[in-house]
């Protein structure tokens, strides 16, 4: 999936909170945990009991990070990937500088983690690689070869499964055999979540125009092949996808750059409807979720969203705007890790808003 291009800042963003500038400290411009320049804002003030951290609520994590693009967290270190790259830092910070995790990867797209490995899809070069979180010094494992745009990875503790758009089909490996293919026939699927034995994956569609998109789940065992069940269906587009354990959610890019939906429905009852969580996004392209709120990226608006998960109203808050592209987005107990690939750099935001 190419990045779409950035279009200007929009009117009319909902919930647009009293904008506090984030202009504390006398840091560098630009600088690795510096607080962000005056065109980016938080919004609203944090929650009761809760303050900023020097250099802010909304910092630059990492800065001088060609494309990033994916980002994931495991244990105290957060992973991103690059244009060639995949680069790692403790979730304390990266005021040392970014380390290098594998260099040489042809195009590392998404990126996913178990409790000990991190795991990454390396579109261009047809790849599946993996790496131990704290580092591999001798080189990342080659954990599939010869795939054809592998897109979206996710990671359990004994296999990994990713996608492939173009073969219309979910695979996994567990390294000690060839891959499986586990689900075929499926309209270019691309981001993937393994969770509670459930794999969950979305389906763009072969009409990124129409309404043929799905999210797609099964329950992954020792058989070959799985059964796909339908969590949603007729969607535009979707493209990131959440799940806790009551329910999944996912973002919609929509028709065009404006119409973007953020969703959810309950995981146990297959007749319950879809609830829409906001509406008129733009671009809405990954998500996070922990205990109370759901959190996006808008890419083509370039902002970091949040809603409760029981609701808004309709009415998301922005936690950040003004950004250059957001796209991937990861989180731990006390923030969100957010890559901005226009703009080069992995930003910070603290929670609690």
């Known amino acids: 999936m190419s990045d779409a291009e950035q279009e200007e800042d929009r009117d009319g963003t909902p919930n647009r909170s009293t904008?506090?500038?984030?202009?504390?400290?006398?840091?560098?411009?630009?600088?690795?945990?510096?607080?962000?320049?005056?065109?980016?804002s938080v919004g609203a003030?944090?929650?009761?009991?809760?303050?900023?951290?020097?250099?802010g609520c909304l910092q630059i994590f990492a800065a001088d990070q060609p494309t990033p693009q994916g980002v994931v967290v495991t244990g105290a270190l957060v992973h991103w990937t690059t244009t060639s790259e995949v680069r790692s830092c403790d979730t304390s910070g990266c005021d040392g500088g970014a380390r290098t995790l594998a260099g040489g990867q042809g195009g590392p797209w998404s990126i996913a983690a178990s409790k000990t490995h991190v795991c990454w899809t390396n579109a261009d070069s047809g790849e599946v690689m993996a790496c131990a979180a704290s580092g591999c010094d001798a080189g990342p494992s080659v954990v599939a070869s010869a795939q054809v745009t592998p897109r979206g990875i996710a990671a359990s503790e004994v296999n990994?499964?990713?996608?492939s758009p173009d073969w219309g089909a979910v695979l996994r490996d567990d390294v000690s055999s060839a891959p499986q293919w586990i689900a075929t026939n499926q309209e270019r699927p691309t981001s993937v979540l393994f969770w509670d034995e459930q794999l969950v994956w979305v389906n763009e569609g072969d009409d990124l125009q129409a309404a043929t998109g799905m999210v797609q789940h099964c329950s992954v065992g020792a058989a070959a092949i799985c059964k796909p069940e339908p969590y949603a269906k007729n969607l535009r587009h979707p493209s990131g996808i959440a799940m806790?354990?009551?329910?999944?959610?996912?973002?919609?890019?929509?028709?065009?750059?404006?119409?973007?939906?953020?969703?959810?429905?309950?995981?146990?009852?297959?007749?319950?409807?879809?609830?829409?969580?906001?509406?008129?996004?733009?671009?809405?392209f990954a998500m996070?979720?922990?205990?109370?709120?759901?959190?996006?990226t808008n890419r083509a608006g370039g902002q970091v969203m949040a809603c409760a998960i029981g609701g808004c109203a309709g009415q998301p808050t922005v936690l950040a705007e003004g950004l250059s592209g957001p796209s991937g987005i990861a989180q731990d107990t006390e923030a969100l890790y957010v890559a901005e690939t226009g703009a080069s750099r992995v930003l910070k935001i603290v929670k609690g808003w």
């Open 19 to 40: 904008l506090v500038g984030l202009a504390w400290g006398l840091a560098a411009l630009g600088a690795t945990g510096s607080c962000i320049p005056e065109r980016l």
């Open 45 to 55: 003030e944090p929650d009761a009991g809760r303050s900023c951290p020097d250099g």
């Open 160 to 163: 990994y499964f990713w996608t």
């Open 244 to 284: 806790d354990a009551t329910r999944v959610y996912w973002t919609e890019l929509g028709a065009n750059a404006s119409d973007g939906t953020v969703s959810h429905r309950m995981r146990g009852d297959p007749g319950s409807a879809a609830v829409v969580l906001a509406a008129q996004q733009a671009e809405p």
């Open 288 to 296: 996070v979720v922990d205990g109370a709120r759901a959190y996006w």
